[in-house]
């Protein structure tokens, strides 16, 4: 192994110092120094770029809720030299740091043209023009006022895939929300509701992330909820049923022909194997109708059963005469 290496060190040698690697070897000086001088002549050029400066405001008083939304960002369109702008696309873009007590004017934060556009110069540097800021100023109102925490109401139209159910509460992340307003709030305002969330052919346990419905004037926290919608495919199951009779007079006695009848529905995944007690009656008024079969009818069954079916459905009967 190490002749080998040897062996290809010495050809790389020759190479070198043969007449055409010269030549090569000059080449490549040539290039690099060429590609030197086009760095420094490119970083000298006046650019003009688009860029997305974040802001922060700092030293909020605890007691000052804003009422509306801070960008988190600016987007600014600068000119200047090549150099001077590659720390900012090379090196990141540290938070443009606005202090609260600068800023307040009449009620409000007041973040002028003019401010803003001083900010963004002094952020780039002095020599660099501003060509464009967008937004080009920031107002925005705030209070002192305590916020009022009212009940959030999920808004919400669903409608699962064939075979499968909601199989529970549609939940929030919070079942309330807090909202501050510049003015004290109506006592009829109690609730708000989330944007709608409107769905179909659901076939699994979905997350959504939806916005509260917002208020002209005021601010609410959160403004976004997630909302989690529970789905399970539904599963058949049969479940043998002893018929009840009802309505019997003390001297008389009903007996039914099969004494047992077969429920069957559809039922959570979940929820198969949990018991639930399930009552089939026939009624003692209508074999003194004369019916040849008596219908079968369930007791009140448990919201979650779907497509609930009775086999058989009717009976055959007899009718006794108890001695007293």
């Not at 952020?123 to 959030?152: C, E, H, N």
């Not at 529970?168 to 307003?181: C, E, H, Q, R």
């Not at 909820?225 to 539904?234: I, M, W």
Request: aromatic residues 8%; hydrophobic residues 40%.
């Amino acid at each position: 192994m190490n002749e080998r290496l040897q062996k290809i060190y010495r050809r790389i040698e020759q190479a070198v110092h043969s007449s055409r690697g010269r030549d090569v070897l000059l080449y490549l000086l040539c290039v690099c120094i060429a590609f030197v001088f086009w760095l420094f002549l490119s970083l000298d050029t006046e650019v003009q770029r688009d860029f997305n400066v974040p802001i922060e405001l700092v030293d909020v008083p605890d007691s000052i809720t804003v009422l509306g939304k801070i960008p988190s960002t600016v987007e600014v369109n600068v000119k200047a030299k090549d150099s001077q702008l590659l720390r900012f696309e090379w090196g990141g873009m540290s938070a443009m740091k606005l202090r609260w007590s600068e800023y307040v004017r009449d009620g409000q934060i007041a973040i002028t043209k003019a401010k803003l556009d001083t900010r963004v110069r002094d952020y780039f540097g002095q020599s660099a023009f501003i060509v464009a800021i967008r937004p080009d100023s920031i107002m925005l109102p705030y209070t002192t006022l305590p916020g009022r925490k009212v009940k959030l109401i999920v808004n919400a139209d669903l409608e699962p895939n064939f075979q499968y159910v909601i199989s529970g509460p549609v939940k929030a992340s919070f079942d309330s929300v807090t909202i501050y307003s510049p003015v004290g709030l109506p006592h009829s305002l109690t609730s708000v509701e989330t944007e709608p969330l409107i769905r179909s052919g659901m076939k699994d346990t979905t997350s959504f992330e939806i916005a509260v419905k917002p208020i002209e004037g005021c601010r609410i926290i959160p403004d976004k909820v997630t909302v989690t919608v529970p789905v399970e495919p539904l599963i058949a199951k049969n479940v043998g049923v002893q018929v009840t009779t009802s309505n019997v007079p003390a001297n008389a006695r009903l007996i039914t022909f099969p004494s047992k009848v077969t429920v069957s529905y559809l039922v959570p995944i979940s929820r198969y194997n949990d018991e639930y007690l399930i009552k089939a009656f026939v009624n003692y008024n209508d074999a003194r109708r004369g019916q040849q079969k008596l219908p079968v009818t369930l007791s009140k069954l448990p919201a979650i059963f779907r497509s609930p079916s009775i086999n058989p459905d009717s009976v055959e009967y007899i009718l006794e005469k108890v001695e007293l």
